[in-house]
């Protein structure tokens, strides 16, 4: 069950730019956070970014300056915008969302890839 569907991930060359986006599935009810983890090879999972229902949004030091996270109620949607892209971005993003109607509360999806190297 496919309930957070990434799309964007490609290979770029740095200093490029990608946006990913995360529509969630209608069958999820309740969102309050979404937010953008990612895994690099021989790295711990990452918070990226993440974003409230009311549009409070926060990134990670890493890419403070260069992603920019946004959501769409309307759409349960939400977006990472990055810019100037670096060979240390390199890593399977992941969407994420918190629920405050059960049973589940914690949705992942199933990751896109972003690759940056020249």
């Known amino acids: 069950q496919a309930q957070l569907v990434e799309s964007g991930g490609d290979s770029v060359q740095p200093g490029g730019s990608l946006r990913l986006s995360c529509a969630a599935s209608?069958?999820?009810?309740?969102?309050?956070?979404m937010a953008w983890y990612r895994r690099a090879p021989g790295k711990q999972r990452e918070l990226v970014a993440h974003?409230?229902?009311?549009?409070?949004?926060n990134v990670a030091d890493s890419v403070k300056g260069r992603f920019t996270i946004s959501r769409d109620n309307a759409e349960s949607t939400v977006y990472l915008q990055m810019n100037s892209l670096k060979s240390e971005d390199t890593a399977v993003y992941y969407c994420?969302?918190?629920?405050?109607?059960?049973?589940?509360?914690?949705?992942w999806g199933q990751g896109t890839q972003v690759s940056v190297s020249s």
């Open positions: 974003i409230t229902k009311d549009g409070r949004a």
């Open positions: 209608r069958s999820i009810f309740g969102i309050s956070v």
């Open positions: 994420y969302a918190r629920t405050t109607i059960g049973p589940e509360y914690h949705y």
